[in-house]
């Protein structure tokens, strides 16, 4: 089975600062249409998981500019370029190649 | 704009019977494929099952192992999940979501005695 794992799975951070988080894939990603199908999404407190990014660096839309992904193959990362509070929630990281597998999930807070 | 409005959660008991619905509206419901994803409480989003815009085809994660059907009725614009056999570790809030895009608020299942 494919399996998803995200690090860190909590992090705290001062507005401010930049987050980073690493999501791993034990396949690869990339599927025979050259596309790679790797999808980030946040779940605020007490809301349904929106998506930030799809296809490992788009930014869906009405995402702000400070979120970004990157990434190829089996290894992609999500970065805040400076986290503000409406940033709290649950990072969610999504591959769509072999069916369909969520990362645990990493937490942000604001420090 | 897009809304997917779930229903048909409740409390049942294990080895019990639910069918959940999720009501679309906003857009050509026919023309995407449509999802189930679930999360128990305090835990991370598991996908369930997905279905393409006719109905022809489907897909389950392997816990299903039969006991969910999903299906949809493009006259209705709505999706459903025919839960069978229920066990407790199915509890959860039940989500759909189009194309994995647009989500609903979801509908909480509880599977217990």
């Known amino acids: 089975d494919l399996v998803m794992t995200q690090t860190p799975l909590s992090l705290s951070v001062t507005p401010g600062q930049p987050a980073s988080i690493s999501c791993k894939s034990s396949?690869?990603?990339?599927?025979?249409?050259?596309?790679?199908?790797l999808y980030w999404y946040l779940q605020k407190p007490g809301q349904s998981p929106q998506l930030l990014i799809y296809e490992v660096s788009n930014r869906f839309s009405g995402v702000p500019d400070r979120f970004s992904g990157s990434g190829s193959g089996t290894d992609f990362t999500l970065k805040i370029d400076r986290v503000e509070a409406e940033d709290v929630g649950v990072y969610y990281c999504?591959?769509?190649?072999?069916?369909?597998?969520f990362g645990q999930g990493t937490r942000l807070e604001i420090k | 704009e897009v809304q997917l409005v779930e229903s048909g959660g409740g409390l049942v008991q294990p080895g019990g019977s639910l069918r959940l619905s999720c009501a679309a509206s906003?857009?050509?419901?026919?023309?995407?494929?449509m999802y189930w994803v679930r999360q128990a409480a305090g835990k991370g989003l598991v996908w369930v099952s997905r279905v393409n815009g006719d109905g022809s085809s489907t897909a389950y994660a392997d816990f299903v192992k039969g006991r969910l059907t999903i299906s949809r009725d493009n006259a209705k614009n709505t999706l459903y999940l025919q839960m069978n056999s229920l066990r407790a570790e199915d509890t959860a809030i039940y989500y759909c979501a189009k194309d994995l895009i647009e989500w609903g608020q979801g509908t909480l299942v509880t599977v217990s005695s």
């Open positions: 999504m591959q769509s190649v072999h069916l369909h597998t």
């Open positions: 396949q690869s990603l990339l599927r025979s249409d050259g596309e790679t199908y």
């Open positions: 906003g857009f050509t419901f026919s023309s995407y494929w």
